[in-house]
């Protein structure tokens, strides 16, 4: 079975531009979280979508958006890009989100700002 | 922040067991321990969890105190494959928070 896959694998932007990053979860797995992870440190939380809604907010600005398609897909949008927003995007699935289901990840989308 | 305290980097030799502690001290009852592992330029790779029974599955051993304010991974045979960044996460009804990790070096 497939894992979590996530489009596109790199992407180069400059400041001051929006991005779409795509994720389509494992098979069967109807919640997906989506994280940041900089250089040299862990994942941090961004948003969290159960059946299309969104069940989970981390410390992010507004210009992170993110929505659920009735497949259970899932898009991270970023606008108006700033050089901090470098990073590794990583989608993660679960079949409902609870705490004993563990969370599968994707090889994420690594997004570079010039 | 991270509710976990792992050593920031381990040395194995290739074949021998690796143990890989975390300390928990403030871990709730409802909460479960987890652990994942990150290869470089890769997304982290689930290995084990439990709530408060030890745990075996074909990746790992996950060995739990009594008290619950500890734990440590155990990979029965480390191969060089096994260097990776392990994280130890404690995880309620809430998204992974995610500490610095364990850099574990498998050395032939």
């Known amino acids: 079975d497939a894992g979590v896959t996530q489009s596109p694998t790199h992407l180069i932007k400059t400041r001051g531009q929006h991005v779409t990053l795509r994720c389509s979860p494992i098979s069967g797995h109807k919640s997906v979280s989506w994280y940041q992870q900089v250089l040299g440190q862990g994942p941090q939380f961004i948003f969290q979508?159960?059946?299309?809604?969104?069940?989970g907010r981390g410390n992010f600005p507004d210009r992170f958006s993110a929505r659920q398609f009735p497949n259970y897909s899932s898009e991270l949008n970023v606008n108006a890009l700033l050089l901090g927003d470098s990073a590794l995007y990583l989608c993660?699935?679960?079949?409902?989100?609870?705490?004993?289901?563990?969370?599968?990840f994707g090889d994420g989308t690594r997004l570079s700002i010039l | 922040d991270a509710k976990t305290t792992q050593p920031p980097s381990m040395d194995c030799a290739e074949g021998r067991a690796a143990n890989l502690p975390c300390n928990h001290s403030?871990?709730?009852?409802?909460?479960?321990v987890y652990w994942y592992r990150q290869i470089h330029s890769q997304g982290p790779q689930y290995i084990i969890h439990g709530l408060k029974n030890n745990e075996t599955n074909e990746m790992a051993s996950l060995i739990i105190t009594e008290d619950r304010k500890s734990s440590t991974l155990i990979l029965p045979h480390a191969t060089l494959r096994d260097t990776a960044v392990y994280y130890c996460i404690v995880r309620g009804n809430t998204p992974l928070v995610f500490g610095k990790g364990t850099r574990l070096s498998v050395i032939a």
């Open positions: 979508y159960y059946e299309k809604e969104e069940r």
């Open positions: 993660a699935s679960s079949f409902v989100g609870a705490s004993n289901q563990p969370q599968h």
């Open positions: 403030t871990i709730s009852g409802n909460e479960y």
